[in-house]
C-alpha cells in the first residue's frame, strides 16, 4: 500500500469486496485471495494501492534504502520494486531504473506517473550488463566545473509527455536506427524519462553521459544496487507456463547474464554500498552457483547477513547469509537473496 493510504484501507475493502490482510513481517503490505482482481478497482488506479509479490518487496527493504540514497535497479521493468524503493527514498537521493527492453521500461515510466512517484527517477533504456553512466551526485558536483564549450551545450528541459514534433521525429530515428542492431557499449543509452528533481533538467547531454572510472567509483558510485536478475522464473506458477519449453540452451544463457549482471553492478557500487542480488528461480545455478562465482572473482566482495530475516517465513540458502522464498514455506512466489558489500581495496 502506498505510504499514506492506511487510513482509506475501509473504504478499499468495500470496494474490492474482500478484507486486506497485514503481512505481519513486513511493514506496508497487505495479502489478497488470489481471486481478487485489483486492476480495475478505483482505489489501483488512483495509486493508493500496487501489486508486488511479498517476497520482491523483502528483497528492496535488505537493501536498507534511506533518504539521500543514489540508488540503482539494473533491472527495473516492469516497475512495481521500482517504486517501492521511491517510497523509501523520500525527497532525497535519486533512483536510476535500467531495462534492456524499451516497452516494458515504458510500462515503468506509466507506473511512476500514475503513483506520482517520478519526481527523483531517471530510466535508461539499455543493456543492464554494460550500462556504465555515473548517479546525479557526479553530474551535480561537475557543474561547476563545465567548460564555455559546454556552456553552449544543449541542455535538458522539465520532461513531458508531450514533446515537440522535430524532437519526436529524432527519437523514432534513433528507436528505428537502435531496432537494427544490438545494443553496443559505444551507443548511449536511451533516456525515455526524468523526473523534475531527477538532477537530469539543465544538464547538458555530455555531462548526463559521463561515466565513471574506477577510482571515482570508489567514492562518487551507487550507494545501493538491486540486481533482480531476469532469469527462467521457474518459482512462480504464474510465470512458468509462459517458459515451459525453455531448455538447457535459456538456462545457460540466462547464467551468463545474470553473472554478468551482478558484475557490473557490484563495479559500479561505492565502497561501503550494498548490493542485492535477487532471482524468482528456485535452480542452484542462477543462485548459489553464481554467488559463489561472483566471490571467487571478486576479493571486494563480502556477504552480509541479513538481519532482517530473523522474523520472516523463508529458509536459509546453501551458502550461509543467503536467502530462499519458496511458495509452500513463505505463501509466496520463490526467491532468491543475497546481499553484499564492496570493501576497499
Not at 43 to 57: M, N, R
Not at 159 to 185: D, G, I, N, Q, Y
Amino acid at each position: 500500500m502506498k505510504p499514506g493510504s492506511e487510513a482509506e484501507i475501509e473504504g478499499i475493502e468495500a470496494e474490492i469486496k474482500c478484507k486486506l490482510e497485514k503481512v505481519n513481517w513486513l511493514p506496508g503490505f497487505y495479502s489478497l485471495r488470489p481471486d481478487i482482481l485489483i486492476a480495475n478497482s478505483k482505489s489501483y488506479l488512483d495509486g493508493k494501492i500496487y501489486g508486488i509479490d511479498a517476497a520482491s518487496g523483502a528483497a528492496v527493504s535488505v537493501l536498507n534504502i534511506s533518504p539521500g540514497d543514489h540508488v540503482l535497479d539494473l533491472c527495473a521493468a516492469p516497475g512495481a520494486k521500482l517504486c517501492m524503493m521511491l517510497d523509501l527514498l523520500g525527497d532525497s537521493g535519486s533512483v536510476t531504473g535500467v531495462d534492456v527492453a524499451r516497452h516494458r521500461l515504458a510500462a515503468c515510466r506509466t507506473m511512476l506517473q500514475k503513483y506520482s512517484l517520478g519526481d527523483r527517477c531517471r530510466l535508461f533504456v539499455a543493456d543492464g550488463t554494460t550500462f556504465s553512466l555515473a548517479p546525479l551526485r557526479v553530474d551535480s558536483r561537475s557543474r561547476s566545473c563545465e567548460s564555455s564549450f559546454e556552456e553552449k551545450d544543449e541542455r535538458f528541459r522539465e520532461w513531458t509527455s508531450r514533446r515537440p514534433w522535430k524532437e519526436r521525429k529524432r527519437a523514432a530515428k534513433a528507436r528505428e536506427t537502435m531496432s537494427l542492431k544490438s545494443v553496443t557499449t559505444s551507443e548511449n543509452p536511451e533516456l525515455i524519462f526524468y523526473g523534475r528533481h531527477s538532477g537530469v533538467v539543465g544538464l547538458s547531454k555530455n555531462k548526463l553521459y559521463k561515466t565513471m572510472s574506477d577510482l571515482e567509483v570508489s567514492s562518487c558510485g551507487y550507494d545501493k544496487v538491486l540486481v533482480d536478475a531476469e532469469c527462467t522464473h521457474d518459482g512462480s506458477v504464474k510465470h512458468i507456463q509462459k517458459f515451459e519449453n525453455w531448455g538447457w540452451t535459456t538456462l545457460q544463457r540466462r547464467v551468463l547474464d545474470a553473472l554478468k549482471l551482478l558484475r557490473n553492478g557490484f563495479r559500479l557500487l561505492k565502497v561501503g554500498g550494498l548490493l542485492v542480488y535477487s532471482t524468482c528461480s528456485l535452480t542452484v545455478a542462477q543462485n548459489e552457483d553464481i554467488v559463489e562465482q561472483f566471490l571467487k572473482e571478486n576479493a571486494s566482495a563480502e556477504l552480509q547477513e541479513i538481519n532482517e530475516a530473523e522474523e520472516w517465513p523463508c529458509k536459509s540458502g546453501r551458502i550461509p547469509k543467503t536467502l530462499r522464498f519458496d511458495p509452500l514455506t513463505s505463501q509466496t512466489s520463490g526467491l532468491f537473496v543475497a546481499k553484499f558489500t564492496k570493501l576497499a581495496a
